[in-house]
């Protein structure tokens, strides 16, 4: 399982879970305060005092020591309706592409999948993120409009 943490500008953090570990509050709060925010300060060093951090509704990303830990490290978090995988970038922008292009391939271990997801990362053109992330006031419009139903693209 990857967790990958980007911006319009690309990747920030790519977390690799491997050997049967899942995402708790803790490992995701502990990720949040330590790697992901050095990756954003060291990345993106004019962004660290005004973080817009968008997240779904999985419980780690919502559970209250979470909350807690932006809270503390004073990012905005933007709001995601329920079951909405249409306003996650990441759902409709980023996954779909990388299952792609790893479709049909077999590796031979974990550290062959994971070489393969960095470099596919890296080698997108340098407006994949910015047009993930600009489609997404649309999405918001057509969520309202629907009244948080579906957005059919």
């Known amino acids: ?31 949040l ?28 990303h919502v559970a209250a020591h979470t909350m807690d830990t932006i809270q503390k490290l004073k990012w905005n978090v933007l709001p995601h309706p329920p079951y909405s995988p249409d306003l996650a ?27 393969d997801v960095q470099e596919w990362l890296h080698w997108q053109p340098k407006d994949f993120f910015l047009s993930g992330i600009r489609k997404l006031p649309d999405r918001w419009r057509r969520c309202i409009a629907n009244q948080g139903d579906y957005v059919e693209m």
């Not at 050095?38 to 999985?58: E, G, P």
């Not at 990441?90 to 590796?107: A, M, V």
């Open 1 to 31: 399982m990857a967790t990958i943490f980007w911006d319009s500008k690309g990747v920030l953090y790519v977390d690799f879970l491997t050997e049967r570990r899942t995402i708790n509050v803790e490992y995701y709060s502990t990720h």
């Open 33 to 60: 305060k330590c790697p992901v925010k050095a990756a954003i300060r060291n990345k993106r060093k004019r962004a660290q005092t005004s973080v817009s951090f968008l997240q779904d509704n999985a419980r780690p």
């Open 89 to 115: 970038p990441s759902d409709y922008h980023l996954i779909g592409p990388l299952k792609d292009h790893l479709g049909g391939k077999r590796f031979r271990n974990n550290e062959e999948v994971i070489q």
